[in-house]
């Protein structure tokens, strides 16, 4: 295990979704209820940028065709999109978030 700052904490108000890097990975980041969830920030349908998708519950709806994937799993829910997205461990430091890729 190798966790990586990406962001802190104040960045990423409850419900709404963050890009970030990490070991040269874009990553999409998301605080669910004060929860931190990363997943791939690219959807496997045209690539959108999942961190601009709207975030509901513990779902994110792509932005650009609305296939809809679990925040907790990376798995995907509904078409167009046919597959998940990878899932990264992210854990709390103080104020830091820190994903591990
Ligand atoms: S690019 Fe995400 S559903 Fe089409």
Redesign the pocket.
Known sequence: MAFTKVATVQEIPVGRGKAVQAKGKQLALFNVGGTFYAIDDS??????P?SQGQVAGSEVV??????RFDLKTGAFLSP??RSGVACYPVQVVGDEVQVDV
């Open positions: 959807c496997p349908h045209r690539g959108a999942l792509c932005p650009w065709h609305s296939a167009p999109a």
